[in-house]
């Protein structure tokens, strides 16, 4: 897919007067938080006043969130109309979300479907996976399949059914396969940039105001493994 810009560390997918979608990279944090980080939304907010000369505040509306150690697609509304038609599509899940991962351990099946209860920790920030439903639970659904092994990993697209806390992160975990460089989730070391290797691959929606079929992928990280996929 084109890049739009890469001006201020943004790598822009697309930019029309009603959206912009940017490749998150490892680090950034979508929206701020305790640590006190310079959020994604701030660089994007300094980004369009700049281009466009905007005086006052700019208006950008966050519409979801990746992690901080993943990259990829995270779509952000520039208008209040934008953000309120998102949310609903979103929370309807009218879009289609495809993630890659990339796992050491090789799954037991080619491709497959995952349904468990997620239940979240708030005070470790970590989601547990159960097969059978748990009080304060929430039922979480992908599909994934092996789109193609490596030396010694195995790259996985998945198909997002439900968006929960560290849904994929979790999933993957409970069935034995967690992502390359996620200690949180029982991968046994870290990646040297600190991430973890998920992408947001592909993001396929009706825009919000033109009603036009959108689909925007996002370039992997520039890394070994990943450029061997």
């Known amino acids: 897919m084109k890049i739009l810009s890469n001006k201020n560390n943004l790598q822009i997918l697309h930019e029309d007067n009603h959206i912009i979608i940017v490749n998150k990279r490892v680090g950034d944090i979508v929206q701020g938080d305790k640590t006190g980080d310079k959020p994604l939304s701030e660089v994007v907010k300094e980004y369009i006043k700049d281009k466009y000369d905007k005086p006052g505040e700019v208006f950008l509306g966050v519409v979801h969130r990746l992690d901080r150690p993943t990259t990829g697609i995270v779509l952000f509304a520039r208008t209040s109309k934008a953000l309120t038609r998102m949310n609903e599509l979103f929370s309807n899940r009218e879009t289609q979300k495809t993630y890659w991962a990339i796992v050491k351990n090789k799954p037991s099946k080619t491709e497959d479907k995952l349904v468990h209860y997620l239940k979240r920790n ?108």
């Open 122 to 229: 708030e005070k470790n920030n970590t989601s547990k996976a159960h097969l059978k439903e748990v009080p304060e639970s929430k039922i979480a659904s992908l599909e994934y399949k092996i789109i193609k092994e490596l030396n010694n990993y195995f790259a996985l697209e998945i198909n997002l059914h439900t968006g929960r806390h560290h849904q994929i992160r979790a999933q993957l975990q409970a069935i034995g396969c967690p992502i390359k460089g996620d200690l949180k989730y029982g991968f046994d070391r870290s990646n040297p940039d600190g991430g973890i290797h998920l992408h947001a691959k592909k993001l396929v929606f009706i825009h919000p105001v033109t009603k036009e079929n959108i689909e925007i992928n996002a370039p992997v990280p520039n890394d070994v493994i990943w450029n061997a996929i």
